[in-house]
Nanobody, 115 residues
């Protein structure tokens, strides 16, 4: 079993920055992908960004150039640095880990971008 715990969410003004962290624990194998989904009120969940154990990254178009995903394999932790935040980035952000075709999810952390 794998447990994921997110941290770093909160209230930030437009144009501000936040860094989300997600620590994984449990039966974690070396080869896995980690990522961040988000779901805003009344909207479908979307994949914001992902990173493989080898460091290959993907981003949804709306965050390219503003968000940066990274990971520390020694700590089994993935980060999401979010700059130039916009009100439309407001959502619950959930961390995921995929290993051998199994998806694990964190409980999520709320990010609110508002003045």
């Amino acid at each position: 079993q794998v447990q994921l715990v997110e941290s770093g969410g909160g209230l930030v003004q437009p144009g501000g920055s936040l860094r989300l962290s997600c620590a994984a624990s449990g039966s974690i194998f070396s080869f896995n992908a980690m990522g961040w989904y988000r779901q805003a009120p009344g909207k479908e969940r979307e994949l914001v960004s992902s990173i493989t154990s080898g460091g290959r990254t993907k981003y949804v178009d709306s965050v390219k150039g503003r968000f940066t995903i990274s990971r520390d394999n020694a700590k089994n932790t993935v980060y999401l640095r979010m700059n130039s935040l916009k009100p439309e980035d407001t959502a619950v952000y959930c961390c995921t880990l995929t290993s051998f075709g199994i998806d694990y999810w964190g409980k999520g952390t709320l990010v609110t971008v508002s003045s």
